[in-house]
């Protein structure tokens, strides 16, 4: 969910927070001179599906600690404290998810001028509203289609964010290159499984339309071809505002007339309309789907990421 009207109200706190930690900068610094020299790498993350990864790469270098790691909340209301603020200044690799998502964690990236910063945004080449030529840090491809800034909905997130991180880690720690490789090459041979089921929904979308009530996984449906219809009604439920009247009957009339083989339903979006919109596909027999913003507690992010994807595969046999 996008919800720019709050990243506003997220920037408020996270300036504050920073000027509340002033006098422990240099403590920081200290320590994480000393847990440099004796071979310890701290990573923290925004996201937990991103520290996930940052783990399975970094192995037994160091630690890693994901700030946003409650299944249950809304990412766009965190607010960060003193103590996340003192992680981000302890840390020497900070992971972010950019794109207007989690602007605090970019805002406590800047003012550790120490840590190596890894954001999203900038390995899809994104901005808000199109492509950032910023190359702070590497990416593939310039030719990458983005829906939007749910950068862990993009079907190769997994083995993106792995890639940087070898690189990353490989220039706080050269001679461990090799260990941080076949780390992520393991890592992802754990998605076989993901990839797998991928494919198999890719082929099953072929020549079928989808809507959504709001666009978290837009980025998933791009990438597996998916053709997505009224996208007006799901922007305006992602910025927290009323999809239009006009867009409202578009909604209906593409059910109306069987155009929509399975609509997408993020539960953490529960605004009145969007509510609507998905029971008159229910009433209508077009199958739902949930996708949700955050990963439910007890999967690791492929196993989420592979629900999702049986749950809509199943939709639309």
Not at 4 to 9: A, C, D, G, P
Not at 91 to 111: E, H, M, R, T
Request: hydrophobic residues 35%; charged residues 25%; aromatic residues 8%.
């Amino acid at each position: 969910m996008k919800k720019q009207n709050r990243r506003w109200v997220l920037a408020i706190p996270a300036v504050a927070v920073i000027a509340m930690i002033g006098g422990v900068i240099y403590q920081a610094a200290t320590k994480n001179a000393t847990d440099r020299q004796s071979g310890k790498i701290k990573v923290v993350a925004s996201l937990d599906s991103y520290g996930e990864i940052a783990k399975a790469v970094l192995g037994n270098q160091g630690s890693v600690t994901s700030v946003m790691d409650d299944p249950d909340m809304d990412p766009h209301e965190f607010e960060p404290t003193t103590s996340d603020a003192k992680l981000y200044q302890q840390a020497n690799v900070i992971i972010s998810n950019g794109g207007g998502f989690d602007n605090w964690s970019l805002n406590f990236a800047k003012q550790n001028k120490d840590a190596k910063s890894v954001s999203l945004a900038k390995l899809y080449n994104y901005t808000d509203g199109g492509h950032d030529h910023d190359h702070e840090t590497d990416h593939d491809h310039d030719d990458d289609t983005i829906g939007n800034e749910h950068f862990w909905y993009k079907t190769d997130a997994a083995e993106r964010l792995s890639k940087q991180l070898v690189k990353t880690y490989a220039q706080l720690e050269p001679s461990k290159k090799a260990y941080f490789q076949a780390n992520a090459d393991k890592y992802v041979a754990s998605l076989t499984d993901l990839q797998a089921m991928q494919k198999q929904v890719k082929a099953d979308l072929k020549g079928k339309d989808v809507m959504a009530t709001e666009p978290v996984f837009d980025n998933t449906l791009i990438d597996l071809g998916a053709t997505v219809l009224n996208q007006s009604f799901s922007k305006a439920v992602d910025e927290h505002q009323d999809p239009t009247p006009a867009d409202i009957r578009a909604w209906n009339s593409a059910i109306d007339d069987g155009k929509v083989a399975v609509v997408i339903y993020n539960p953490q979006s529960t605004g009145k309309l969007a509510k609507q919109a998905m029971q008159y596909a229910k009433d209508h027999n077009v199958p739902v789907v949930q996708a949700t913003e955050t990963r439910p507690k007890g999967d690791t992010y492929a196993e989420w990421q592979y629900k999702q994807l049986k749950a809509l595969d199943e939709a639309l046999k």
